[in-house]
């Protein structure tokens, strides 16, 4: 292998991906490290998946190439595959087989893999490997897509869509393993269209839409910036007028004694606001959805040959995009 | 169409229904046409049991009595009542397989709703297939100006459509009671089978001649209603049965807990939970099985595999001694056949032994027992993989494509060898317990080259869903190719300016050379392995180079 320990774990270069007249990925300059769980942030339909599948060469690219922890992912696919691990979407395993038949079936395609590392992981996760994998249910089912995918110590782990059907418990579990893996200097590649999944895991954040790669930041720059939606309860009515003045305010809506906006500005302008000339009774803030961050930040960043969208607050921080 | 649960099911089944009752017509117009132009007195001389056990009857006499006998009153039974039985299975079992049946009655139905609406569709489809074969029936002397006068082509369709229907009731109540497909239409197929053997074998035990009719298949063949037209008692025995197993269905399907989409318990699963078998169970079941790609693929259509085996096996063995049953008269007259009713069936000289092997084992039983296994492996060893998504996880590990294709190629090549052993020791067994004089090289040659005939075909399904990752196209292009290679082996002979193309047909290769009379024709055998290593050579690029489906 020509790695050392500085070569990437994943290194596109303008990868491109058509079905017929779709561009389901366009020009993909990506690169994540070894050592980081890097989170793959996006809408459904997005190009998630065809950019795993692509790197994984079960389908090829249009144009650009890409290299998995030095190796090029077409020519030397096999060799990758012996060093990482993978949990496709949506999991599909043979019904008829137990979870243990069919880790085994992937242990010995893989030559053999330290027994004591898989009883480990089925335990840490709670997994009956036992029962036939067409009786499970999807969560239960998913551990055994878990245990396959870490089970031979990968240098990286794709991962696509991975909390599928997992309980809380078993969430925080696999949370756990990743910040592990990582910490032995293994790459984690989490696909996810959940913003706080990603943002509880990752290191840093590449932000996909229509196929294109808007953004790749810190997940503290994600979260700083992420809008939410905050409700002040009042002892009287107010007007929103004045809360519509503060900076980072929009789409206020006064319903008696309740403000109901979205936020993205400083929390404490706000409290002075709604503190200064009234009795606050109570407050709620809740994450906005996904969407309507990539509304709010990514209008028009995805338009390769469109001017920068207005509504993006900070283009000058931004290095990717139009 | 997706009106209701009523109109789904009818939209989701008629045509299959439509087009087996059409295909039992046209045979039966087929049928009709060949045996026009010669005497067929010489089948009545055949046993009663054989008579029976093909549903020809004495009593209607001549042509009609071998057409419709043989068409309708056996095989058009059985397709009907077949599909009748895969739909009953399928009403409430089926949806439960598929895991559709919670979301179904998360609608406002009650389960009585569904099971009325499946039953329903079930009755109606069946009255589709049965006017579709009555019109047949009655069209066909007409088409062919063929006397066909005292056949009562109504009341057969009446009789075969109420026997449809019981027989779709009782894999409906079976399923409804386990909620176990596999269960529902294997029990009611067992069922029917046990009671056509019991109503065309016992009466001719004088002993046993009563118990035949509590023979279900007795009520509808017994009084032989195509020259005696409906009995009355009968059909309402058909009838008040059905409606039996209605009330037992819906009794059956308000009272259980209703299952989630399960994988199957098989019976290798249940060794494997007893303590007694256990370890061994589990070195074939468990880490055997998976110990590789060829073994995995190998054990993962063990179910049709053994079935179709154990049919050849059978049916191997059953034509060795039949052959000296056989009255003169019937190898006399088939030396009068015409030359296009020998075509269709293999070209044999009947008056040997070795032809009448080759007749009626070589050239059709044996193909199609071997393609339906080899096609269907074929088929579905990668673009199985891939409608399963699982290809996708296999993949994941260190192994490349081309190796994931040739170990499935192997185990296709394990699937053909196990239907050949079987075949020949059948076959074998059959000859030597005959005293056919066939020689055991021969017989081995010849089941040698069918097994490499249907190798071949299973590469052509094999290649076909390398190539475009879909199953059901390549179980297609596989048939196709066998029933073109068999027709250009068969008939094109019989055109002196085209003969020399039957050359080019796999089915040449296999029986062309005259394995059971002749000697090992080397020559054929290796264009039949050459057939197979460039298929699965060619199928190679085309599976590395494409995008895999998931």
Same mark, same amino acid.
Do not use: C
């Given at each position: 292998?020509?790695?050392?320990?500085?070569?990437?774990?994943?290194?596109?270069?303008?990868?491109?991906?058509?079905?017929?007249? !779709?561009? %389901?990925?366009?020009?993909?300059?990506?690169?994540?490290?070894?050592?980081?769980?890097?989170?793959?942030?996006?809408?459904?339909?997005?190009?998630?998946?065809?950019?795993?599948?692509?790197?994984?060469?079960?389908?090829?690219?249009?144009?650009?190439?890409?290299? +998995?922890?030095?190796?090029?992912?077409?020519?030397?696919?096999?060799?990758?595959?012996?060093?990482?691990?993978?949990?496709?979407?949506?999991?599909?395993?043979?019904?008829?087989?137990?979870?243990?038949?069919?880790?085994?079936?992937?242990?010995?395609?893989?030559?053999?893999?330290?027994?004591?590392?898989?009883?480990?992981?089925?335990?840490?996760?709670?997994?009956?490997?036992?029962?036939? !994998?067409?009786?499970?249910?999807?969560?239960?089912?998913?551990?055994?897509?878990?245990?396959? %995918?870490?089970?031979?110590?990968?240098?990286?782990?794709?991962?696509?869509?991975?909390?599928?059907?997992?309980?809380?418990?078993?969430?925080?579990?696999?949370?756990?393993?990743?910040?592990?893996?990582?910490?032995?200097?293994?790459? !984690?590649?989490?696909?996810?269209?959940?913003?706080?999944?990603?943002?509880?895991?990752?290191?840093?954040?590449? +932000?996909?839409?229509?196929?294109?790669?808007?953004?790749?930041?810190?997940?503290?720059?994600?979260?700083?910036?992420?809008?939410?939606?905050?409700?002040?309860?009042?002892?009287?009515?107010?007007?929103?007028?004045?809360?519509?003045?503060?900076?980072?305010?929009?789409?206020?809506?006064?319903?008696?004694?309740?403000?109901?906006?979205?936020?993205?500005?400083?929390?404490?302008?706000?409290?002075?606001? %709604?503190?200064?000339?009234?009795?606050?009774?109570?407050?709620?803030?809740?994450?906005?959805?996904?969407?309507?961050?990539?509304?709010?930040?990514?209008?028009?960043?995805?338009?390769?040959?469109?001017?920068?969208?207005?509504?993006?607050?900070?283009?000058?921080?931004?290095?990717?995009?139009? | 169409?997706?009106?209701?649960?009523?109109?789904?099911?009818?939209?989701?089944?008629?045509?299959?229904?439509?087009?087996?009752?059409?295909?039992?017509?046209?045979?039966?117009?087929?049928?009709?046409?060949?045996?026009?132009?010669?005497?067929?007195?010489?089948?009545?001389?055949?046993?009663?049991?054989?008579?029976?056990?093909?549903?020809?009857?004495?009593?209607?006499?001549?042509?009609?009595?071998?057409?419709?006998?043989?068409?309708?009153?056996?095989?058009?039974?059985?397709?009907?009542?077949?599909?009748?039985?895969?739909?009953?299975?399928?009403?409430?079992?089926?949806?439960?397989?598929?895991?559709?049946?919670?979301?179904?009655?998360?609608?406002?139905?009650?389960?009585?709703?569904?099971?009325?609406?499946?039953?329903?569709?079930?009755?109606?489809?069946?009255?589709?297939?049965?006017?579709?074969?009555?019109?047949?029936?009655?069209?066909?002397?007409?088409?062919?100006?063929?006397?066909?006068?005292?056949?009562?082509?109504?009341?057969?369709?009446?009789?075969?459509?109420?026997?449809?229907?019981?027989?779709?009731?009782?894999?409906?109540?079976?399923?409804?009671?386990?909620?176990?497909?596999?269960?529902?239409?294997?029990?009611?197929?067992?069922?029917?089978?046990?009671?056509?053997?019991?109503?065309?074998?016992?009466?001719?035990?004088?002993?046993?001649?009563?118990?035949?009719?509590?023979?279900?298949?007795?009520?509808?063949?017994?009084?032989?209603?195509?020259?005696?037209?409906?009995?009355?008692?009968?059909?309402?025995?058909?009838?008040?049965?059905?409606?039996?197993?209605?009330?037992?269905?819906?009794?059956?399907?308000?009272?259980?807990?209703?299952?989630?989409?399960?994988?199957?318990?098989?019976?290798?699963?249940?060794?494997?939970?007893?303590?007694?078998?256990?370890?061994?169970?589990?070195?074939?079941?468990?880490?055997?099985?998976?110990?590789?790609?060829?073994?995995?693929?190998?054990?993962?259509?063990?179910?049709?595999?053994?079935?179709?085996?154990?049919?050849?096996?059978?049916?191997?063995?059953?034509?060795?001694?039949?052959?000296?049953?056989?009255?003169?008269?019937?190898?006399?007259?088939?030396?009068?056949?015409?030359?296009?009713?020998?075509?269709?069936?293999?070209?044999?000289?009947?008056?040997?032994?070795?032809?009448?092997?080759?007749?009626?084992?070589?050239?059709?039983?044996?193909?199609?027992?071997?393609?339906?296994?080899?096609?269907?492996?074929?088929?579905?060893?990668?673009?199985?993989?891939?409608?399963?998504?699982?290809?996708?996880?296999?993949?994941?590990?260190?192994?490349?494509?081309?190796?994931?294709?040739?170990?499935?190629?192997?185990?296709?090549?394990?699937?053909?060898?196990?239907?050949?052993?079987?075949?020949?020791?059948?076959?074998?067994?059959?000859?030597?317990?005959?005293?056919?004089?066939?020689?055991?090289?021969?017989?081995?040659?010849?089941?040698?080259?069918?097994?490499?005939?249907?190798?071949?075909?299973?590469?052509?399904?094999?290649?076909?869903?390398?190539?475009?990752?879909?199953?059901?196209?390549?179980?297609?292009?596989?048939?196709?190719?066998?029933?073109?290679?068999?027709?250009?082996?068969?008939?094109?002979?019989?055109?002196?300016?085209?003969?020399?193309?039957?050359?080019?047909?796999?089915?040449?290769?296999?029986?062309?050379?005259?394995?059971?009379?002749?000697?090992?024709?080397?020559?054929?055998?290796?264009?039949?392995?050459?057939?197979?290593?460039?298929?699965?050579?060619?199928?190679?690029?085309?599976?590395?180079?494409?995008?895999?489906?998931?």
């Amino acid at each position: 292998m020509t790695t050392t320990p500085d070569t990437p774990a994943i290194h596109t270069r303008g990868l491109t991906k058509h079905y017929d007249e !779709v561009e %389901a990925l366009v020009d993909l300059d990506l690169e994540v490290r070894r050592g980081e769980v890097f989170g793959f942030l996006g809408p459904n339909g997005a190009g998630k998946t065809t950019t795993i599948r692509t790197l994984l060469d079960l389908i090829r690219p249009t144009s650009g190439t890409a290299t +998995i922890l030095g190796l090029d992912t077409h020519a030397d696919a096999v060799e990758i595959r012996r060093h990482i691990g993978y949990l496709p979407s949506d999991l599909s395993l043979y019904p008829t087989l137990t979870g243990r038949d069919t880790i085994t079936y992937f242990a010995n395609l893989r030559g053999g893999v330290e027994w004591s590392h898989v009883e480990e992981l089925a335990t840490r996760f709670g997994a009956d490997l036992d029962r036939k !994998v067409g009786e499970l249910s999807s969560g239960n089912r998913q551990k055994v897509g878990l245990i396959q %995918a870490f089970m031979n110590r990968p240098g990286l782990i794709i991962m696509d869509e991975p909390s599928n059907g997992l309980d809380p418990l078993v969430q925080q579990e696999f949370q756990d393993l990743m910040r592990e893996t990582a910490a032995t200097g293994a790459a !984690v590649f989490l696909s996810s269209h959940t913003l706080s999944e990603v943002q509880r895991a990752a290191d840093r954040v590449g +932000i996909i839409r229509d196929g294109h790669l808007v953004d790749v930041e810190g997940v503290h720059d994600l979260r700083s910036k992420a809008i939410r939606r905050i409700e002040l309860v009042f002892d009287a009515p107010v007007g929103g007028d004045e809360f519509a003045a503060v900076d980072g305010v929009r789409d206020v809506e006064v319903r008696d004694r309740s403000v109901l906006l979205n936020f993205d500005g400083h929390m404490e302008e706000l409290l002075a606001a %709604a503190t200064g000339h009234h009795h606050l009774v109570d407050i709620t803030s809740e994450e906005a959805d996904l969407e309507e961050i990539f509304l709010a930040y990514y209008r028009d960043a995805d338009r390769p040959d469109g001017a920068p969208g207005g509504a993006r607050p900070d283009d000058a921080r931004r290095g990717v995009g139009a | 169409m997706l009106a209701s649960i009523f109109t789904k099911s009818l939209r989701d089944r008629w045509v299959g229904e439509v087009v087996g009752a059409a295909s039992i017509a046209l045979l039966l117009v087929f049928t009709m046409a060949i045996y026009a132009d010669i005497d067929t007195s010489f089948y009545y001389e055949l046993p009663a049991a054989v008579l029976d056990a093909v549903g020809i009857n004495p009593d209607l006499g001549g042509l009609s009595g071998i057409a419709y006998g043989s068409i309708y009153n056996l095989m058009g039974a059985l397709v009907v009542a077949g599909i009748a039985i895969s739909i009953g299975a399928s009403s409430v079992a089926g949806e439960e397989r598929d895991g559709t049946l919670g979301v179904l009655l998360g609608n406002p139905r009650s389960r009585t709703d569904v099971l009325a609406a499946k039953v329903g569709a079930m009755v109606l489809l069946t009255v589709l297939g049965t006017a579709v074969l009555w019109a047949g029936g009655e069209l066909a002397p007409v088409v062919l100006g063929v006397d066909a006068s005292g056949v009562r082509v109504g009341a057969l369709a009446v009789h075969l459509g109420a026997n449809a229907v019981f027989w779709g009731m009782v894999a409906t109540a079976i399923g409804a009671w386990t909620g176990n497909r596999t269960a529902a239409s294997g029990g009611a197929a067992a069922a029917m089978v046990g009671s056509y053997l019991a109503a065309t074998l016992l009466p001719l035990f004088p002993a046993a001649a009563g118990v035949a009719q509590v023979a279900p298949w007795y009520w509808f063949s017994g009084s032989t209603p195509e020259a005696n037209g409906i009995h009355v008692g009968h059909l309402a025995l058909l009838v008040g049965g059905a409606v039996v197993l209605g009330v037992v269905a819906w009794v059956g399907v308000n009272r259980r807990d209703l299952r989630d989409q399960q994988g199957r318990v098989t019976f290798l699963d249940r060794l494997r939970t007893h303590p007694l078998t256990q370890r061994y169970a589990d070195r074939v079941a468990g880490s055997t099985r998976v110990s590789s790609i060829t073994a995995k693929a190998t054990s993962d259509q063990q179910g049709l595999l053994v079935i179709v085996a154990g049919i050849l096996f059978m049916l191997s063995l059953y034509y060795g001694p039949i052959y000296n049953l056989l009255p003169p008269a019937f190898t006399e007259a088939l030396a009068g056949f015409p030359d296009t009713l020998m075509a269709m069936i293999g070209q044999a000289d009947m008056s040997t032994a070795a032809g009448w092997l080759q007749a009626e084992l070589f050239s059709l039983t044996i193909p199609i027992g071997m393609v339906t296994v080899l096609a269907s492996v074929g088929a579905k060893s990668l673009a199985g993989e891939e409608a399963a998504r699982t290809m996708e996880v296999l993949l994941a590990n260190p192994v490349a494509r081309r190796h994931v294709l040739l170990a499935k190629a192997g185990a296709l090549v394990v699937y053909a060898v196990v239907l050949g052993v079987a075949t020949f020791v059948g076959v074998t067994i059959g000859v030597l317990v005959g005293g056919l004089g066939v020689p055991v090289a021969n017989l081995a040659a010849a089941t040698a080259l069918g097994t490499l005939l249907g190798l071949g075909l299973g590469a052509v399904a094999f290649v076909v869903g390398a190539a475009t990752g879909r199953s059901r196209p390549a179980i297609v292009a596989a048939t196709g190719v066998a029933v073109l290679s068999y027709f250009a082996w068969s008939f094109l002979p019989l055109s002196p300016s085209l003969a020399g193309w039957a050359n080019l047909s796999p089915f040449d290769w296999y029986l062309g050379g005259d394995p059971l009379a002749a000697s090992m024709p080397w020559g054929d055998a290796a264009l039949l392995v050459g057939l197979t290593v460039v298929l699965v050579a060619v199928a190679i690029p085309l599976f590395e180079r494409r995008d895999l489906r998931g």
